[in-house]
């Protein structure tokens, strides 16, 4: 099968269509969803919510392609043993991680708000990291995941942009990966780091990534899905 592009910027990025896997990262009610965690802190959860409906669309191409997906979620055991007591004590939250919030106790493995919304749930087969930390590679399995199917290359989506997908886009380029992030398709409570934090990993020739598009990607996935059949 010959090498395929997705249309991004700086440039087109081209990969193996045989070592392409789709990440989705930190769906989860306690973010995106009315009522979460995110939204008692404060914040509007309609920025994250618009990301929805085009990360549907390339979860839907990527499965249509017989591409490898990963799901990640952030959180904790229940017993807390792995979450730094620094990051426990961390804005002096009235409710934090641990604490039972408005969706069963914050960001603890199990819980209901912790767990992937319905409309991105994984399926039969497709992988979920649970992780303690911002990035989906520290202590956890996803480097295996990803080598064991060998993948190279990496399409993006997930929340939050400047935070959980940052981190592990940037591990992820430490490590030899290539990764496209889909501007649509990941999403922030702030708009001006969105912009910012997608300015900064296309910014000097692609300094640890790709920014593109659901529009795009699909493209690229639906060639490969051509090919196949």
């Not at 992820?172 to 708009?191: M, W």
């Amino acid at each position: 099968m010959n090498n395929l592009t997705i249309n991004a910027e700086p440039y087109p990025l081209e990969f193996d269509p045989r070592k392409i896997a789709l990440l989705i990262i930190d769906m989860q009610r306690d973010f995106v969803e009315p009522g979460g965690f995110g939204e008692m802190l404060g914040n509007d959860v309609s920025q994250l919510r618009s990301t929805i409906e085009p990360c549907s669309r390339v979860l839907a191409a990527a499965r249509a392609a017989n591409i490898p997906v990963i799901h990640t979620r952030e959180g904790h055991r229940p017993d807390l043993a792995d979450a730094p007591p620094t990051k426990l004590a961390r804005g002096g939250l009235k409710v934090g991680i641990g604490d039972e919030g408005p969706m069963g106790r914050v960001l603890v493995r199990g819980a209901h708000g912790h767990d992937i919304i319905p409309e991105l749930y994984p399926v039969d087969g497709e992988p979920v990291v649970d992780k303690p930390g911002k990035g989906a590679f520290y202590e956890t399995d996803l480097d295996l995941i990803l080598k064991n199917r060998g993948i190279e290359t990496m399409v993006v989506c997930g929340v939050t942009t400047e935070v959980c997908v940052h981190t592990t886009v940037r591990e992820a380029n430490d490590r030899g990966y290539e990764c496209v992030v889909l501007a649509d398709c990941v999403g922030s409570y702030f708009p001006e780091f969105q912009r910012v934090a997608l300015e900064m990993i296309k910014a000097q020739g692609g300094i640890f990534g790709w920014v593109s598009d659901a529009d795009s990607a699909i493209d690229a996935l639906s060639q490969i899905h051509k090919d196949a059949t």
